[in-house]
């Protein structure tokens, strides 16, 4: 009777220990649970209404680029390729922190000068877009060889300011037969004409 009673005993003091052991070793997974989550930082977001005005000034810019393709029809072809962030700092100057939305577009072949480009500034930044834009211009007008046929397309090329966006338009039929330079100068200013006309509006 007493070996039972004994036994009995043993059995009660081995499940407690048990049950204690097992009791630790939860709580220690729960604590180590609660520190982790607390440890693991957040992604930082960005606020919403910084994206949505960003897509808004994005959208705006393509909406603009589609009418001017529409008004050149088969005479633009500025969109065979599109200069990237880093095409655009390193001809033009012209750093990524300066604007949130770009249409950048110039043609694949060496042969063409025809650009389009429709930037929207970010807050200080559109005197340091509109500086580099006429330092190109000048660049291209005084130091740069052109095709006698290109000429008269490079020294039109306009720099637009409308409707907080800026833009550089160097577009037009390159089928001009004139060969008076004064007269064939007034052609394509006409012509860039057609996307200035578009642009403004589109801001109205």
């Known amino acids: 009777m007493k070996k039972n009673i ?12 048990t049950a204690c052991k097992s009791k630790k070793v939860k709580d220690n997974d729960q604590t180590n649970s609660h520190v982790d989550t607390e ?7 960005e606020p919403e209404e910084e994206l949505d005005e ?16 529409e008004a050149y029809g088969e005479n633009y072809i500025a ?3 599109e200069m990237d962030d880093s ?5 033009y100057g012209i ?3 300066w604007y949130d939305a770009k249409i ?15 930037l929207h500034p970010t807050e200080g930044n559109g005197d340091k877009i509109k500086t580099a834009l006429e330092a190109y211009k000048e660049m291209l007008v005084n130091d740069s060889m052109q095709y006698p046929m290109n000429i008269a397309k490079v020294n039109a090329a306009t720099i637009v300011e409308e409707d907080g966006n800026y833009y550089f338009i160097m577009l037009g039929n390159n089928d001009v037969e004139e060969e008076n330079e004064e007269k064939r100068l007034e052609i394509f200013k006409e012509e ?6 578009v642009i403004k509006e589109f801001a109205k």
């Open 54 to 69: 960003e897509n808004n000034n994005q959208e705006k810019l393509n909406a603009i680029k589609k009418l001017v393709v």
């Open 6 to 17: 004994m036994l009995v005993l043993i059995l009660v003091a081995i499940l407690s220990l």
């Open 104 to 118: 950048a577009e110039m043609p694949m072949m060496s042969v063409h000068v025809d650009t389009f480009i429709a």
């Open 192 to 197: 860039n004409e057609k996307a200035i006309k």
């Open 87 to 91: 095409m655009l700092k390193e001809l």
């Open 79 to 81: 969109g065979a390729m």
């Open 95 to 97: 750093d990524s922190s």
């Open 39 to 45: 440890a693991t930082p957040k992604p930082e977001e």
